[in-house]
């Protein structure tokens, strides 16, 4: 366990008071809505890569620094829904994922800019209502490559990506994120637990070098009906896998619909020692790869997460819409979070 000194005790303790009194909301998906937006290759360039060599028409990322007004409104029009936790827009701001785009060299200044705006704007929101805090997750995603698994059919033991080189990526994306004013890190839609484990080490790395840690999150995804992870974890399987790690919150998103994740979270929330998290996506994919659940029909399934008691933080991922995270808000607000167990017993 971590022993380190918080980096700011007073905006922890106010994180976890906070957890205590109530479920709170995550914000939705940021790459469903820039997609929304509809952006052409020049606005994804901007001025600063109008003569850039690679296309960069659906990198989410690299709109944090080319257009920083797009991201930003994003991020409002979650605040303005009430959401206490809202994500940098970094899930792909890795050297790895951002070598696709020949931008790897922007991607330590992607996370520190996007954890930059959000801490801004969390600011901004919180004097206009002092009584509720904003906080920042930053954002680390799993990168387009798995330690675990070969990418070629034909060769089980080839791998594209190594240990050392997860731990140097993560550790970058790392910085950025802990520099530019992250409350918590995030280590996300986790399908390869080797994975986590080197973004573990290197957040944790990065922790020992400043002489001070941050609240940790991690969120795996169960890819399909299986019930495990993509590297064949069980729900309890993944959180025993991850639980050295000492997270503050442990939880599922992304891949499945309420309806199908919540076994798998109530399975999570009978072992976890920690809190809870879970946002899902709005439904699962039709024919032609986009959401169709209603904010109304997927705050109904939502809801049985809370009257069950299994979660303390609550959000959308892929279709999911600031109309979505406000039916998921007033759904919650009746409803008391998840205790840890050792606590619910104490």
């Known amino acids: 366990m971590n022993r380190l000194p918080w980096h700011d005790a007073e905006r922890v303790e106010q994180l976890m008071a906070t957890l205590d009194q109530r479920i709170l909301l995550l914000d939705g998906a940021m790459g469903t809505m820039i997609q929304a937006e509809?952006?052409?290759?020049?606005?994804?360039?901007?001025?600063?890569?109008?003569?850039?060599?690679?296309?960069?028409?659906?990198?989410?990322?690299?709109?944090?620094?080319?257009?920083?007004?797009?991201?930003?409104?994003?991020?409002?029009?979650?605040?303005?829904?009430?959401?206490?936790l809202v994500e940098t827009n970094t899930f792909n701001a890795n050297r790895i994922s951002q070598a696709d785009y020949g931008l790897e060299a922007l991607s330590e200044e992607i996370n520190f800019e996007a954890a930059r705006m959000a801490r801004e704007l969390c600011k901004e929101y919180e004097r206009e209502a002092p009584g509720q805090p904003r906080f920042v997750v930053g954002v680390i995603g799993p990168t387009n490559r798995t330690a675990s698994i070969s990418p070629d059919v034909s060769s089980p033991g080839f791998r594209n990506v190594d240990f050392e080189r997860l731990v140097k990526t993560y550790g970058e994306a790392a910085r950025g994120l802990l520099d530019g004013g992250s409350d918590l890190i995030m280590i996300e839609?986790?399908?390869?637990?080797?994975?986590?484990?080197a973004a573990i080490f290197a957040v944790e790395d990065e922790f020992e070098r400043r002489g001070k840690r941050w609240p940790l999150w991690i969120s795996g995804t169960i890819t399909d009906a299986s019930g495990r992870t993509l590297s064949g974890q069980t729900p309890e399987a993944f959180y025993f896998s991850i639980a050295h790690a000492d997270p503050l919150l442990v939880g599922f998103n992304c891949a499945l619909g309420a309806d199908q994740l919540k076994p798998h979270v109530k399975a999570l929330a009978e072992v976890a020692e920690c809190r809870v998290s879970a946002h899902?996506?709005?439904?699962?994919?039709?024919?032609?790869?986009?959401?169709?659940?209603?904010?109304?029909?997927?705050?109904?399934?939502?809801?049985?997460?809370?009257?069950?008691?299994?979660?303390?933080?609550?959000?959308?991922?892929?279709?999911?819409?600031?109309?979505?995270?406000?039916?998921?808000?007033?759904?919650?607000?009746?409803?008391?979070?998840?205790?840890?167990?050792?606590?619910?017993?104490?």
Request: glycine content about 8%; some cysteine; aromatic content about 4%.
């Open 38 to 84: 509809r952006l052409n290759e020049a606005q994804f360039r901007g001025e600063r890569l109008a003569d850039h060599d690679h296309d960069l028409k659906g990198n989410n990322d690299i709109l944090t620094l080319t257009r920083p007004n797009v991201v930003a409104d994003i991020h409002r029009r979650f605040l303005d829904v009430g959401c206490d």
């Open 189 to 197: 839609t986790v399908f390869d637990t080797l994975n986590a484990k």
């Open 280 to 346: 899902p996506n709005a439904g699962l994919p039709n024919e032609l790869g986009e959401y169709d659940e209603s904010p109304q029909d997927m705050a109904r399934s939502i809801e049985q997460f809370a009257a069950d008691g299994l979660v303390n933080v609550i959000g959308g991922c892929c279709g999911t819409t600031p109309e979505h995270v406000a039916a998921l808000g007033r759904t919650m607000a009746g409803y008391h979070p998840r205790l840890p167990p050792e606590r619910a017993t104490a």
